[in-house]
């Protein structure tokens, strides 16, 4: 029996994302199992999640997922390599597949762009990409282009995540076996396709105050009615406070701060008067706005470099079907596996609190109160 592994943030869950699990039980089987590994509370562009994290598990299993487990924040908040190569790590353990959805779902093409970023003369060329001013993903594709090697996979935001999965697999010797699968639709598209809507179309038309449940699966539908959203400008003055109170040191620990970015980071913090004015102001073409968004979220929420790089000591369960209960019980990985809401270990647990804490600041009606990580509870649907 295959047990498929999806990365995912479900940022909301929305008619392709089904469509995505019944493409893989075609590919696989009908009896295949489906894990999906979700970013939490914050999602990997720096920004909260639209909807609390239990809603979306349940909207997963209601419409085929068989586990939900939780991505650990720092995963969540790391760049498409960090992101990809922690999810794959955590699968590896569980699933026989990973599957992704990417625009091109071109086998060969991506195992051409694997083999060159892997290459160890990638290094030397992208150093010199970057010695040059122009920004990470443009060195990139400057290296890449000098071996000889199409960098267009690198130019679309999923094809870029499908090849990064596929880097970690070879990188980490995983025994995964990659499953792309095309994405129909456009993923920056601001109106939502009726067949293939995307994640971002539908933000805005949730932002907008439009009708968006139209594009959520029936069985999922009723979750999301007058359930609470939670947007970045809610908590605007909650991140300001943040910023303008770090002393000099925290800065510098920043993850994405290298090259003396967090210097002139710090100097715009403190002296402009919104987020916006301060993203403004450090943006150049050398920086994505995505790095810098997710440099504020981690400020916020107290991440350091460090805090990015190490292991998280478990993995929580968000939920479960029948089936994903019986995988549960076969699990022999090395990766603990905790329930949410469940006790965890020191340090690490406190900090989850803090951050589930901080999410509730938020909600845009009006805040969360704290303490909902410790009375969190796991999502059981009933298979039929």
């Not at 699990?21 to 909260?48: K, N």
């Not at 510098?252 to 004015?277: D, I, K, V």
Request: glycine fraction near 8%; hydrophobic fraction near 40%.
């Amino acid at each position: 029996m295959a047990i498929a592994g999806i990365i995912c943030e479900y940022n909301p869950f929305h008619l392709g994302h089904r469509k995505q699990f019944a493409m893989v039980r075609e590919a696989l089987g009908g009896d295949t199992v489906i894990v999906c590994l979700m970013s939490g509370s914050f999602v990997q562009r720096g920004a909260p999640a639209v909807f609390d994290k239990s809603l979306r598990a349940e909207a997963a299993l209601r419409c085929g997922a068989d586990l939900v487990l939780e991505l650990p924040v720092p995963v969540s908040l790391s760049s498409a390599e960090g992101f990809a190569a922690g999810g794959v790590g955590i699968l590896s353990e569980l699933c026989t597949h990973l599957a992704f959805g990417c625009e091109s779902a071109d086998d060969r093409s991506l195992e051409q762009t694997v083999q060159g970023l892997l290459d160890p003369g990638f290094s030397h060329r992208l150093r010199q990409a970057l010695d040059s001013g122009i920004s990470f993903p443009a060195a990139r594709e400057a290296a890449l282009s000098a071996m000889g090697i199409s960098p267009a996979l690198l130019r679309s935001p999923n094809d870029t995540l499908a090849v990064e999965y596929c880097k970690a697999i070879v990188s980490q010797g995983s025994a995964l076996t990659p499953l792309p699968l095309r994405r129909e639709g456009m993923y920056h598209a601001e109106r939502p396709d009726p067949e293939n809507p995307s994640a971002a179309s539908l933000r805005l038309a949730i932002a907008a105050g439009e009708d968006w449940l139209r594009f959520i699966p029936v069985e999922a539908a009723p979750l999301f009615h007058h359930a609470p959203v939670h947007a970045l400008e809610a908590g605007e003055r909650a991140v300001l406070y943040r910023l303008r109170t770090m002393t000099d040191e925290e800065f510098e620990a920043l993850p994405y701060g290298s090259e003396g970015l967090w210097r002139r980071f710090m100097r715009e913090c403190r002296r402009g008067n919104t987020l916006e004015e301060i993203l403004s102001a450090v943006k150049t073409k050398r920086y994505t706005r995505t790095r810098l968004d997710r440099m504020i979220l981690c400020a916020f929420l107290g991440l350091t470099r460090e805090d990015l790089s190490a292991p998280a000591p478990y993995v929580r369960i968000l939920g479960f079907s029948d089936r994903g209960r019986e995988i549960l019980r076969g699990y022999r990985g090395c990766t603990p596996l905790r329930n949410a809401g469940a006790p965890g270990e020191g340090k690490y647990r406190e900090t989850e609190k803090r951050w589930g804490d901080l999410y509730g600041l938020f909600r845009t009606d009006r805040p969360d109160p704290p303490g909902i990580e410790q009375n969190r509870r796991v999502v059981y649907f009933m298979s039929k």
